[in-house]
């Protein structure tokens, strides 16, 4: 029996997703906000952090990842969460008003050098624009986090990252992301550790397509952070709904799914002229545009024995046509089970392939 709100979970899944994607166009400004923490935290500085509700819950995490750990054993890094200090923030609610208990905080321990980070969800917080306002008067550079109301906040601000949405758990959720990217950057930056392994775009930033080169230390990455790495191949000359079924069923056997695409002149020798009908070019741009697919890389060889043998995933995928014991047989097998691989088998979607799709459009 279905497990009840399933649906709806999916849902918001899918609409934190999309939202991400949206406000990946905000990268820039999230870099800069790292570019001034760094620079306080190398010249001297510290990281002071607060927020009411989730986004104190906020402040305080952000706060012990950098000086506790987030990825990496290294040096604490100086953050502190205005937060935290039950008796000076109920003091000073009691005795001066709630809307003073970050900026009374801040005119304490906050310094001409060090760097804040503001968080209201509406940007309309009295207590933490008070201590905005209390930061700009001190020399203090603010880093704001909002969303999409939080407009005239941000004109407060040095820099401010504003989540496009007006669902506040959605904001917190895109938040705490952006934290947690600082407290990578900053690990990098300071403390000379690697950045969590990450896609890398060559050619065109728009696509997921990479050189077998660029993907090999990234591969290396996965398996130093134990993410399963899932390889299929195929032509995809025209997408369909075997191809997307088979490849979220391969996506769903790991972490990271890396496509292996034939080129052009592979397709045409093994499919006839007049094929592809779609170009290497298009074929990746269509691939890269599925969420389950992390890489796209294009081979020229007959079999991606030799890719195979470089890059070792930890699981190999072939259509169910391969399936023993009467399945086709498969010329890279050996060189995966070599390695310590194994091969998993997709299922198809009976009636659909492209070359029949290719003849009823002729027809």
């Known amino acids: ?30 870099a800069e906000a790292a570019a001034l923490i760094v620079a306080s935290l190398r010249a001297g500085g510290k990281l002071l952090l607060f927020g009411n509700g989730g986004s104190a819950s906020d402040a305080q995490h952000i706060a012990a990842e ?16 205005l937060t935290v200090d039950t008796s000076a923030i109920t003091a000073i609610a009691n005795d001066f008003g709630y809307e003073h208990v970050f900026e009374r905080q801040l005119r304490a321990l906050g310094r001409a050098g060090d760097v804040v980070v503001a968080i209201s969800t509406s940007g309309r917080s009295e207590s933490v624009l008070r201590a905005v306002r209390a930061a700009r ?3 203090i550079k603010v880093i704001g986090l ?11 601000c040095d820099v401010a990252v504003l989540v496009p949405s007006r669902d506040t758990a959605r904001i917190q959720e895109c938040h705490i992301t952006i934290g947690h990217m600082w ?20 050619g065109d930033p728009d696509t997921k397509l990479v050189t077998l080169d660029d993907l090999l230390p990234i591969r290396d990455t996965h398996a130093r952070e134990k993410r399963t790495v899932v390889f299929t191949n195929g032509c995809f000359d025209i997408l369909h709904a075997g191809h997307v079924a088979s490849l979220r069923a391969a996506r769903r056997l790991g972490d990271v799914l890396v496509v292996g695409v034939n080129d052009d002149a592979h397709v045409r020798r093994t499919k006839g002229e ?3 009908i779609n170009p290497l070019s298009q074929r990746v741009a269509v691939l890269s545009a599925l969420e389950v697919v992390d890489y796209v890389v294009a081979f020229s060889e007959a079999t991606p024995a030799e890719m195979l043998a470089r890059l070792k995933p930890d699981v190999h995928c072939k259509g169910a046509d391969y399936a023993p014991p009467n399945g086709a047989p498969i010329p890279e097998a050996e060189i995966v089970r070599a390695y310590g691989g194994r091969i998993e088998f997709l299922p198809l979607v009976g009636g659909l392939s492209t070359t029949g799709i290719a003849a009823r459009l002729a027809g």
């Open 66 to 81: 950098l000086v506790g750990r987030f990825v990496a054993d290294r040096k604490p890094l100086p953050a502190i969460a």
């Open 1 to 30: 029996m279905a497990a009840p709100h399933a649906a709806w979970i999916g849902h918001v899944l899918r609409d934190g997703a999309s939202l991400r994607r949206a406000f990946a166009e905000d990268s820039q400004r999230i």
């Open 183 to 202: 407290c990578a950057i900053l690990e990098a930056e300071l403390c000379g550790c690697a950045l969590p392994a990450h896609p890398v775009r060559a």
């Open 146 to 156: 909002s969303g999409a109301g939080g407009a005239a906040f941000a004109a407060e």
């Open 274 to 276: 007049g094929r592809p």
């Open 137 to 139: 008067e001190l020399g």
